[in-house]
């Protein structure tokens, strides 16, 4: 019998640098599922990976292996410091894995609420499992009734209104902290989708000053104000990444949004060039694993945030926010029910059709039988038999496919399932053949 599952760390209970160390790049999700394969007991499989969590969702023969299985994934992948790999925190099985991930690409589970994002990241796990295979049917269907939840709540709640994201909360701690920034200089490293949704912001707001964007690769800036970008006249571009150091220091707000596996804003460097009387500057690394030197705080005068921080937002507007959770909770619930309705088809379903299958081939049997003992062989007499005996067919099966229709507790469900499969000795390979054999027989 298999089990779904889901482990791994998330904003809850790890902070950034925790996750970090669980953090699993976009590039490497094919390698990382590749891997989880060849694990013994895992069967199906799908990782989320953001700066608020690493998740291996999964469908195992055996709950303890199957956990015992990710933990041992994820001491393989994961970015092991002096004192070892960690283990995951967070564990959930069976209908508390699918309640979760609904809360998740509701919003209803992300640091700031509604987070935006969320939905193009679940998607995107889906779509990975589906191009490795190693989503089969549970994943499938869980993943896409995830994203058709969370759809449904964008649209149907104020939740889509809000139109939040980890960008747009980077820039509202911004704002606590530095006021407007309308005279303030705005240095955004990383042209990835972050920094973009940062650039996207500060601009159509109207009141940001100058923003500079800087990127390793700069055709990917030069794409971004071309195809995606109509108000690009603030922004100033063209830079080396090698200059990020001294563009930085001259900025009242730093966003560093980007992807490295190294340090890309480093206190020694950033140091050189700020002097005695320099603005003071906020300094806001979105970037998970993080990216910015933890001794840039130690700068007189530079203020360094990261993504947990931005849980400063999260406790704002508490009334809105209730009234917000209350109208997802419902969808969310509506979509638990859903499920629910499918896991018990995937057992009444099959069952019936066996027993179907084996009523039927017993009832063609005998008229075979019949047929050949040379009784009732006229046309008429022979029609007459096939009517009756269906009619006794239908009649015996009647009640317990009612029975197991009816059913909800789907616990009960399966003994009554496994009743039924041990009492008519139930084979979906052998009911067949046996079906076959017999409607062969009849027509011989």
Same mark, same amino acid.
Request: net charge neutral; charged share 25%.
């Given at each position: 019998?298999?089990?779904l599952i889901?482990?791994?760390?998330?904003?809850?209970?790890?902070?950034?640098?925790i996750r970090?160390?669980?953090?699993i790049?976009?590039?490497?999700?094919g390698h990382a599922l590749?891997?989880?394969?060849r694990f013994?007991?895992?069967k199906e499989s799908?990782i989320?990976?953001?700066?608020?969590?690493?998740?291996v969702?999964? +469908?195992?023969d055996d +709950?303890r292996g199957g956990m015992?299985?990710i933990?041992a994934?994820?001491?393989?992948?994961?970015?092991?410091?002096?004192h070892g790999?960690?283990?995951?925190?967070?564990?959930?099985?069976?209908?508390d894995?699918?309640?979760?991930?609904?809360r998740?690409?509701?919003g209803?589970d992300?640091?700031?609420?509604?987070?935006a994002?969320?939905?193009s990241?679940v998607?995107?796990?889906?779509q990975?499992?589906?191009?490795?295979?190693?989503?089969g049917?549970m994943?499938?269907?869980?993943?896409?009734?995830?994203?058709?939840c969370?759809?449904?709540?964008r649209t149907?709640?104020s939740m889509?209104k809000r139109?939040?994201?980890?960008s747009?909360?980077?820039?509202?701690?911004?704002?606590?902290?530095?006021?407007?920034l309308k005279?303030?200089?705005?240095?955004?490293i990383?042209?990835?989708?972050?920094?973009q949704?940062? +650039?996207k912001?500060l601009?159509?707001?109207g009141?940001s000053?100058?923003?500079?964007?800087?990127?390793?690769n700069?055709?990917?800036i030069?794409?971004f104000?071309?195809?995606?970008?109509?108000?690009k006249?603030k #922004?100033?571009?063209g830079f080396?990444?090698?200059?990020?150091h001294?563009l930085a220091?001259?900025?009242d707000?730093?966003i560093?949004?980007?992807?490295a596996?190294?340090?890309?804003l480093?206190?020694?460097?950033?140091?050189?060039?700020r002097?005695?009387g320099?603005?003071?500057?906020?300094i +806001?690394d979105?970037?998970?694993p993080?990216n910015?030197?933890a001794?840039l705080?130690?700068?007189?005068?530079?203020?360094?945030?990261h993504?947990?921080?931005?849980?400063?937002i999260v406790?704002?507007?508490k009334?809105?926010?209730?009234?917000i959770i209350?109208?997802?909770e419902e969808?969310?619930?509506?979509?638990f029910?859903d499920y629910?309705?499918?896991?018990?088809s995937?057992l009444v379903v099959?069952t019936?059709?066996?027993?179907r299958?084996k009523?039927?081939?017993?009832?063609l049997?005998? #008229?075979?039988k019949?047929k050949d003992q040379?009784?009732?062989?006229?046309?008429?007499c022979?029609?007459?038999?096939?009517?009756?005996?269906?009619?006794?067919?239908?009649q015996?099966?009647h009640?317990?496919?009612?029975?197991?229709k009816?059913?909800?507790d789907?616990?009960?469900l399966?003994?009554?399932a496994?009743?039924?499969?041990?009492?008519f000795?139930?084979?979906?390979e052998?009911?067949r053949?046996?079906?076959?054999k017999?409607?062969?027989?009849?027509?011989?």
């Amino acid at each position: 019998m298999n089990h779904l599952i889901v482990s791994g760390i998330n904003y809850h209970f790890s902070p950034v640098s925790i996750r970090e160390r669980f953090c699993i790049p976009d590039s490497c999700v094919g390698h990382a599922l590749e891997a989880l394969k060849r694990f013994p007991h895992i069967k199906e499989s799908a990782i989320l990976s953001t700066c608020n969590r690493t998740e291996v969702y999964a +469908v195992v023969d055996d +709950v303890r292996g199957g956990m015992a299985d990710i933990e041992a994934f994820f001491a393989s992948v994961q970015h092991v410091t002096d004192h070892g790999a960690l283990k995951p925190n967070f564990k959930l099985l069976r209908d508390d894995v699918v309640l979760h991930l609904l809360r998740v690409a509701a919003g209803l589970d992300s640091m700031i609420l509604g987070e935006a994002q969320i939905m193009s990241q679940v998607k995107a796990a889906h779509q990975n499992a589906l191009e490795r295979q190693s989503c089969g049917p549970m994943l499938d269907f869980i993943f896409k009734l995830a994203l058709n939840c969370g759809k449904r709540v964008r649209t149907e709640t104020s939740m889509g209104k809000r139109a939040v994201s980890v960008s747009s909360a980077a820039l509202e701690l911004a704002h606590l902290k530095l006021g407007s920034l309308k005279e303030k200089s705005t240095v955004v490293i990383g042209a990835g989708k972050m920094g973009q949704i940062c +650039v996207k912001h500060l601009l159509s707001e109207g009141g940001s000053g100058p923003v500079v964007l800087v990127n390793r690769n700069k055709e990917k800036i030069e794409s971004f104000l071309k195809n995606k970008l109509s108000n690009k006249e603030k #922004i100033k571009f063209g830079f080396d990444f090698a200059e990020r150091h001294e563009l930085a220091a001259q900025a009242d707000l730093v966003i560093v949004a980007t992807g490295a596996d190294d340090t890309v804003l480093k206190a020694n460097e950033l140091a050189r060039y700020r002097h005695q009387g320099s603005p003071s500057q906020l300094i +806001v690394d979105i970037s998970v694993p993080r990216n910015t030197d933890a001794a840039l705080a130690q700068l007189t005068g530079v203020e360094l945030a990261h993504a947990d921080d931005l849980a400063q937002i999260v406790s704002r507007n508490k009334a809105e926010r209730e009234a917000i959770i209350s109208e997802a909770e419902e969808i969310v619930y509506i979509n638990f029910e859903d499920y629910h309705n499918w896991l018990r088809s995937q057992l009444v379903v099959p069952t019936i059709a066996e027993l179907r299958e084996k009523i039927e081939a017993i009832r063609l049997e005998q #008229i075979a039988k019949t047929k050949d003992q040379g009784e009732q062989s006229a046309e008429g007499c022979r029609f007459e038999m096939e009517s009756i005996s269906r009619a006794i067919v239908n009649q015996i099966l009647h009640h317990p496919t009612v029975q197991l229709k009816a059913t909800k507790d789907y616990e009960i469900l399966k003994q009554q399932a496994e009743a039924l499969r041990t009492l008519f000795h139930l084979d979906p390979e052998e009911g067949r053949r046996r079906l076959e054999k017999a409607r062969r027989g009849l027509e011989a």
